[in-house]
């Protein structure tokens, strides 16, 4: 089946600071990998996504590139802000499981000024 | 636009009882999703309605929880006989078509607490 796998956390950066999350999936189809993020007192948000092999989704300074060989969808953001502390959510999409997000268990980063 | 909308925001019940939940997507959108949050993990998939008939309910824990989507807008979801397993943040989503390669809209979920 379908899974995605998360390093563990929680992270704590100082402002500034260069991050890097790790994510790597299983599919059994080629599927479409997304980072949702849930920020303190709202809802799960699309951050990013990338649909294909090769492609690199990109979004408030945020950016991840789907590695078919490495199985890998890291997410990575040069300098991070006290307002990027929120909770990180990798995901997959396999068309050949109805468009279902299969997601990791999440990693909260913690931004310190 | 209004986003997506679920009530209520919060639910408390006591074991045996039966609760109902609703999700409202966004106006048009085909797709609509249920996935329930424990505490420190993702969301898990439960049911996946396109239109108004489920096309996938594999995510469904058991028979004690049901889905329904009448008129291919509204979706309630019914948990029976609950149990303090159950509780957790359910999430309803909606997508304007069902493709995998489409951004799923969350609602602010529904937390469950079953005493």
């Known amino acids: 089946g379908n899974s995605v796998t998360q390093m563990e956390g929680p992270v704590t950066l100082s402002e500034e600071a260069f991050l890097t999350i790790n994510c790597t999936y299983t599919a059994t189809g080629y599927p479409s990998l997304f980072w949702y993020v849930q920020y303190p007192g709202e809802g799960l948000q699309l951050l990013l996504k990338?649909?294909?092999?090769?492609d690199k989704g990109s979004n408030k300074g945020f950016e991840a590139t789907y590695r078919k060989e490495t199985t890998s969808f890291h997410l990575e953001k040069g300098s991070v802000q006290v307002s990027d502390s929120a909770v990180y959510f990798c995901?997959?999409?396999?068309?050949?499981?109805?468009?279902?997000?299969?997601f990791g268990k999440g990693i909260t980063l913690s931004v310190r000024p | 636009g209004a986003g997506v909308s679920q009530t209520p925001s919060n639910k408390v019940t006591e074991k045996g009882k039966y609760v109902e939940l609703r999700c409202d997507p966004i106006?048009?959108?085909?797709?609509l999703y249920w996935y329930r949050q424990s505490l420190g993990q993702g969301p898990e998939f439960l049911i996946y309605f396109q239109g108004t008939g489920a096309a996938d309910d594999s995510g469904l824990p058991n028979d004690r929880f049901f889905a329904v989507r009448p008129e291919g807008s509204v979706s309630t979801l019914k948990i029976q006989r609950t149990e303090r397993g159950d509780s957790a943040v359910y999430l309803c989503?909606?997508?304007?078509?069902?493709?995998?390669?489409?951004?799923?809209?969350f609602g602010p979920g529904t937390r469950l607490t079953v005493l």
């Open positions: 989503a909606s997508s304007p078509t069902g493709l995998s390669y489409n951004e799923q809209f």
């Open positions: 995901a997959l999409s396999d068309p050949g499981a109805n468009s279902k997000l299969t």
């Open positions: 106006s048009g959108h085909t797709a």
């Open positions: 990338a649909t294909k092999a090769d």
